[in-house]
Nanobody, 119 residues
Framework: QVQLVESGGGLVQAGGSLRLSCAAS????????MGWFRQAPGKEREFVAT????????SYTDSVKGRFTISRDNAKNTVYLQMNSLKPEDTVVYYC????????????WGQGTQVTVSS
């Protein structure tokens, strides 16, 4: 079983910054990639940013390119999301996820952390 523990959400003014963290732990799991997703009430969960654990390659949704940066600490199995120039529309719950195999599927999810950006 893999556990993902998120931290770093909160309230910030528009234009401000927040850094989310997500630490993965558990017994004998493989980490092929980690990522961040977000979900607004009544809407489907959407992809924000992902990182391959093998080569560090990254991918971002268009709305966050140039503002958000995903990074990692391999030794700690931790992924970060640095969010700059935050906008009110970034106000949602953010979830981290882990891909435990070569398949393009995230099987493990964190509990979510609320990010609120005031205008």
């Amino acid at each position: 079983q893999v556990q993902l523990v998120e931290s770093g959400g909160g309230l910030v003014q528009a234009g401000g910054s927040l850094r989310l963290s997500c630490a993965a732990s558990g017994r004998a799991f493989r980490n092929y990639g980690m990522g961040w997703f977000r979900q607004a009430p009544g809407k489907e969960r959407e992809f924000v940013a992902t990182m391959s654990w093998s080569d560090g390659s990254t991918s971002y949704t268009d709305s966050v390119k140039g503002r958000f940066t995903i990074s990692r600490d391999n030794a700690k199995n931790t992924v970060y999301l640095q969010m700059n120039s935050l906008k009110p529309e970034d106000t949602v719950v953010y979830y981290c996820a882990l891909r435990p195999s070569i398949l393009p599927r995230y099987d493990y999810w964190g509990q979510g952390t609320q990010v609120t950006v005031s205008s």
